[in-house]
Structure formats: C-alpha cells, structure tokens
C-alpha cells in the first residue's frame, strides 16, 4: 500500500506578495517660504551693493569737480595778485610824473590839490 493515508504537510507555495510601497516622503531641504525669503535678500544684496557704488561714483565725481574748482581759484588768486602788483608798479610816483610828461601835463603849485586816501 502506499503511503496516501498518511497526513502529508501541506505545502501552499504562494507568490511573495510584494510589499505595498511606502510612499516615499521627500524631504525638501528649503521650503518654498524660505526660498521666497532667500530670493528677496539676495535682491536687496545686490540692490544695496549698486546702491553703493552709484553713491561712490558720485561722490568721486563731486570731489573731482571740487579739485577742478579748487584749481581754478589758485589760478585767479595768483592772477589776482600779479595784477595788484603791477598797479602798485604803476602807481608809483615816478611812473605817474613820467607818464604826465609825455601827456604834455605840467606841475604848477596853482593846480595841486592834496587829496587824503581813505
């Protein structure tokens, strides 16, 4: 006889079930919000530094028109002063006599008249 009477284990063979995946949860390093807040100091960055170096050029313009200004009134002082000192050259009273000569003046006591400089 054979053995069919005897209990056999019964082996089911069923196919893995495959496991439900899981959703995978991404983990976003910055959340929309923050790259928000990152983008908008990134523009006063560069907002503020262009802010700055206009104001630099300006002022570097302002200090060489000072320069250019400051130039041209050392230039009219020593004008000035070389002209002060030819009228006290010409104001002499040698220059003055010489020059009333070859104008055909003369000196008369009738027509002097002492004038008292301010």
Same mark, same amino acid.
């Given at each position: 006889?054979?053995?069919?009477?005897? &209990? *056999? /284990? +019964? !082996?089911?063979? $069923?196919? /893995? @079930? /495959?496991?439900?995946?899981?959703? *995978?949860?991404?983990? %976003?390093? +910055?959340?929309?919000?923050?790259?928000?807040? +990152?983008?908008?100091?990134?523009?006063?960055?560069? +907002?503020?530094?262009? &802010?700055?170096?206009? $104001? *630099?050029?300006?002022?570097?313009?302002?200090?060489? =028109?000072?320069? =250019? @200004?400051?130039? *041209? !009134?050392?230039?009219?002082?020593?004008?000035?002063? =070389?002209?002060?000192?030819?009228?006290?050259?010409?104001? $002499?009273?040698?220059?003055?006599? &010489? %020059?009333?000569?070859?104008?055909?003046?003369?000196?008369?006591?009738?027509?002097?008249?002492?004038?008292? /400089?301010?």
């Amino acid at each position: 006889m054979t053995n069919l009477a005897k &209990k *056999q /284990p +019964f !082996i089911h063979e $069923t196919k /893995p @079930v /495959p496991k439900q995946k899981e959703q *995978q949860i991404k983990k %976003r390093l +910055f959340t929309p919000g923050e790259k928000v807040l +990152f983008l908008l100091f990134a523009l006063m960055i560069c +907002f503020t530094g262009a &802010k700055v170096v206009s $104001t *630099q050029a300006a002022l570097y313009e302002i200090n060489k =028109d000072i320069q =250019d @200004v400051e130039t *041209q !009134i050392k230039e009219q002082k020593k004008t000035n002063h =070389d002209l002060k000192v030819q009228v006290s050259e010409e104001s $002499t009273y040698e220059k003055i006599w &010489k %020059r009333a000569k070859e104008l055909g003046l003369d000196l008369s006591e009738q027509n002097v008249k002492v004038v008292q /400089p301010k």
